[in-house]
């Protein structure tokens, strides 16, 4: 696998993440419709290192 096969395969695999995560939101504010507010964290390992904590506040409007 060259360098270009490995960066590639890490953006198929971010798209992946972010498309499923922007569903799961979605889902959930539709299942939860007196929510205001979101708080989202996502952490990201490889082979059992912390590479990437992020956490955030998402106002819910409607």
């Known amino acids: 696998m060259t360098a ?4 590639l ?4 695999f971010l798209k992946k993440l972010g498309i499923n ?3 799961q939101l979605h889902k959930f504010i539709d299942s ?9 964290s996502v952490k990201i390992s490889v ?6 904590a992020l956490d955030d506040k998402v106002k819910v409007t409607k």
């Open 4 to 7: 270009e096969d490995t960066q």
């Open 9 to 12: 395969a890490i953006r198929k």
């Open 21 to 23: 995560s922007q569903n």
């Open 32 to 40: 939860h419709p007196d929510v205001n507010e979101l708080n989202v």
């Open 47 to 52: 082979n059992d290192e912390d590479l990437l």
